[in-house]
Each structure stands twice: as structure tokens, then as C-alpha cells.
């Protein structure tokens, strides 16, 4: 009941309740239609490259100079200094696991004149505090980075609310986060927000073959099964996973990005709703 009775700072004259908008303010938040009726693949991202548009791998670091990766604008890391706090620092090791070189190759495959920026919060074997994520995801959307791969997820119930809050301000700062479903069929976030875009896999080979689930919390599946994707010492290995459907999704989000980039995360999830394979609209 508290939401009904709290008034706008300034009630004794507006009578107003918090948050609301006033007659005169409605022409100053006027938005242009920014959606065509019908919205297709080709107008979605036909003819983008995905340039200019700055996509944060959020991972186990990528590594440097690998050929199916190309170009990496700028690889940090988060790690814990002599007092115990933690610090996002350069970070000149690059990938430590492979991981997160797999998921920047795909973007740059469907995207390959995107900006990448990796973060390192994963150690050998997969290994990495929730603490650790937390503080690399909080300085990617303080970046404002417009995609966020996340090809990852904490099963700690304790992370929760605080991964909840990031993800908000992230959605509420036009931060994309595309998110990877766990493996296996346990409670795990933040795939499970809505204000993230969640994926799994499916089994065909295309990489811009992809399908709206009616029946969410996974919302979108992306190429993600037996594909050969970039490894460590500029190999690479064939793999299976809804870690590598995830970057399929934020490789089609640049796409879009980069044609449409004054899109929000609510407008562009519609429009990944409308141009899925299984849409009729898709053509």
C-alpha cells in the first residue's frame, strides 16, 4: 500500500505521486516511431557489420591476436590487491581457459567490425568468485558497453539480489546483457532475470538461425552444438554448450545494433522477437 500513498516531492502543488508526469512535461518525452510495421532480418541488420558498436566478453579473458578473434580494443581483469579489495586492472595474461576466446570469436564471426573488450573474471578451470563477477559486471556497465556476453552463471542464492540490481541498472542504462542458460537443469542467474536477454542451444549449423521461446525463462536459442569454435594458442576445438549460443545472440544484437543503435534493450529484444526463424516475419 506504501506505493499508493508516496506523492511527487512537490504534491502541495501538483498534487502529483511520485514518479509521475505532469501535462507539460509530455512534449519533452516525445520519441519518434522507431519500429516499421513489419519488421524484417533485412531491416533489422541488413548490411551492418556490427561497427561501432562496443561489445564487452565477460569471461575467462580472451586472447590476444588469435585469428579468429582479431582486434581486441582494450582486456582487463578483476583481481584482488594487497589489501584484499578488488581492482579491474590491465590485464596482459589474456585468456587462461580458453572460454572466453570461444565466445569472442563467434561475435566476431556474425560481427566483425565490432569493438571487443574483454573482462577476465574467470580463472583456470572455470574457477571465480561471485565477488569477482559482481565487480566485472558492475565496471562493464559503468562503461556503458551497449552488449555484455555473458556465457556464464552463479548458483550462489547469496549473489542474487545484487546480480539482480546490476542487471537493472544495466537495462536501465541501455547496457544489453545476453546471458547464457546453465548446462544443466539447476537454479542459476542472472539468465533467469527478465530485464536480461537468456539463451540456450539449438542443434542447426547457420549462426543467424535463431528461435523465439514462447515458453520462457530461456527466451531465445542460438546456434550452440558440435561447432568448432577459437581455443587457446590460436587453435581451435569443437564444442557444446549453451555458452556458445549465448555470443550468437550478442553477435545478431550488435548486428542490429549497429544499424539501429539508438535501440533500448526493450525495443531490441522485440525486435529479435520479431526476426526469430520461427516468426513469420523473419523473411
Known amino acids: 500500500m506504501s506505493a499508493a500513498i508516496e506523492f511527487h516531492e512537490h504534491a502541495d502543488e501538483e498534487d502529483l505521486p511520485a514518479w509521475s508526469l505532469p501535462a507539460e512535461a509530455v512534449d519533452r518525452i516525445r520519441v519518434p ?8 532480418r533485412d531491416w533489422a541488420w541488413g548490411g551492418s557489420t556490427g561497427a561501432g558498436v562496443r561489445v564487452c566478453i565477460l569471461d575467462s579473458g580472451v586472447e590476444l591476436d588469435h585469428p579468429l578473434v582479431g582486434r581486441v580494443d582494450r582486456s582487463v581483469a ?21 572460454h572466453g576466446t570461444a565466445c569472442a570469436g563467434i561475435v566476431r564471426e556474425l ?3 565490432v569493438e571487443l573488450t574483454s573482462v577476465r573474471v574467470l580463472g583456470s578451470g572455470y574457477t571465480g568468485g561471485g565477488e569477482i563477477l559482481l565487480r566485472g559486471l558492475a ?4 562503461e556503458e558497453f551497449q552488449v555484455v556476453n555473458m556465457s556464464l552463471s552463479t548458483t550462489r542464492t547469496k549473489y542474487v539480489e545484487r546480480l539482480h540490481e546490476l542487471a537493472d541498472r544495466a537495462y536501465f542504462k541501455r547496457v544489453l546483457l545476453v546471458a547464457s542458460a546453465h ?11 527478465a530485464s536480461v536477454i537468456s539463451v540456450g542451444s539449438h542443434e542447426e549449423a547457420d549462426g543467424l538461425t535463431f528461435y523465439y521461446n514462447p515458453t520462457p525463462p530461456v527466451e531465445f536459442f542460438g546456434r550452440g552444438l558440435d561447432l568448432d569454435v577459437a581455443w587457446l594458442n590460436g587453435g581451435t576445438l569443437r564444442c557444446t554448450g549453451n555458452s556458445f549460443a549465448t555470443p550468437h545472440i550478442a553477435g545478431i544484437c550488435a548486428l542490429i545494433l549497429g ?3 539508438y535501440l533500448t534493450p526493450f525495443q531490441l529484444k522485440s525486435v529479435l522477437y520479431q526476426t526469430a526463424s520461427n516468426a513469420e ?3
Open 111 to 113: 560481427a566483425p567490425e
Open 183 to 193: 548446462n544443466m537443469p539447476v537454479e542459476s542467474f542472472p539468465w533467469r532475470f
Open 259 to 261: 544499424k539501429h543503435p
Open 78 to 98: 578483476v583481481i584482488r590487491d594487497d589489501d584484499g579489495e578488488l581492482q579491474v586492472v590491465d590485464d596482459a595474461e589474456g585468456d587462461v581457459a580458453g
Open 281 to 283: 516475419a523473419a523473411a
Open 139 to 142: 565496471w562493464a556497465i559503468e
Open 33 to 40: 516511431v522507431t519500429l516499421p510495421e513489419q519488421v524484417t
